[in-house]
Structure formats: C-alpha cells, structure tokens
C-alpha cells in the first residue's frame, strides 16, 4: 500500500509540473515552483517578470559579492544567495542590426579580463516585444566552485538593458529555461 502512495503522489508531482510551463502558471526550478511578477526595475522605463521568490539583494551584500564601482545597478537574488538576476543599462543607442558587433565587443571585453573562459553565443533572436536580443553563456570559476553565466543584451528604444543571470553549474538546467522566458518577456513603456 505504501508503494501505491508513493506512486499516486508522484504522478501528482508530475501532473503539476506538466501545468506549470509558462510565467503565468508559474514554472518549476528544481522542486521549487517559481512564481513571476512584473516588476520595473528601478530607474527606468522596464518592466519584466521577475520571481516572487527574489528579493533585491541587500546593499551590504551587493557590495562584498560585486566590489567594482562598475557593479550592476539593480540586483534580485533567491533568499540563499545562489541565483542572481543583475540589471543594468548600457548607455548605447543602437540601431536595428548592431547586435551582433556589441556582443563582439562583450564577448572580447570578458575574454580580455579572463582569456581562459570559453564564451558561446546562444543566439540573436527578437523578444515578444519584437526587441533585438543577443545572449552569451560561459561557465565561471571561483574559489567555492563554478557558476554557469548567461549574459543577455538587449537593444531597446533609447539603451541596451544588459542583464545578467548566475548561478551554481549544477543549477544551470533549472533556470536556462526560466530565464530565456523572462528576457523574452521585456517590455520598455
């Protein structure tokens, strides 16, 4: 009997996650159903879905895990510090078609800071909004281990919002996903 349990509770498990695919329903990282709000970022005219579960990372925090006065100007993080969203924006008007030699130019700016990471491009693709957006991952390593990295720069009315996503490598599966939906999602007003 108690083996029927575990199997009636585990297609139930499944059968929720089935449901839970998009922003609106809600999407599963891990065992952890993320919900999502629209939320500006402050300071400027964007909007996007952002998790339910994140909190803007505390100043105190912010200021040990990104000591650079460049540091991004807006950070959401999961309440145990291992998944951050950041946000800036670029002061680069540019026009339809100029994506591609901006994230050239990203791309061997980081390669020049550390020549050993292997960056990919994920793709140039346009968001729901119809705003050109190129994406590049690599994986970082740091003392405590290594941090998969997907940067996404997209080239909006006036700037280019660059946003910035990490997390544990091991996590990566989890949140790719989550997170391609919530850039995609962008809205400028």
Same mark, same amino acid.
């Given at each position: ?21 998009? %922003? ?13 709000? #629209? ?49 800036? %924006?670029?002061? @680069? @008007? $540019? ?21 050993? $990471? ?17 994406? $590049?991952? #690599? ?12 940067? #996404? ?30 850039? $995609? ?5």
């Amino acid at each position: 009997m108690e083996y029927l349990d575990e199997e009636l509770l585990e297609a139930k498990r499944k059968s929720e996650r089935q449901k839970c695919t998009t %922003l609106e329903t809600g999407m599963y990282a891990g065992e952890e159903k993320i919900t999502f709000t #629209y939320r500006k970022i402050p300071g400027t005219a964007v909007i996007l879905p952002m998790p339910d579960q994140f909190i803007v990372m505390p100043e105190g925090v912010k200021n040990v895990k990104y000591p650079s006065r460049e540091a991004p100007d807006f950070i959401m993080t999961s309440l145990d510090g291992t998944v951050n969203m950041c946000f800036s %924006l670029l002061p @680069a @008007a $540019l026009k339809d078609g100029e994506m591609k030699e901006l994230s050239r130019q990203y791309k061997n700016a980081l390669q020049s800071v550390n020549p050993s $990471l292997v960056i990919k491009n994920c793709r140039i693709t346009r968001t729901d909004r119809d705003y050109e957006m190129d994406c $590049l991952e #690599y994986t970082g390593y740091h003392l405590d281990g290594q941090s998969y990295n997907r940067v #996404y720069l997209i080239r909006l009315k006036k700037n280019v919002l660059q946003g910035v996503f990490h997390c544990e490598s091991k996590s990566r599966n989890d949140w790719s996903e989550i997170m391609d939906k919530m850039f $995609l999602a962008v809205e400028e007003k």
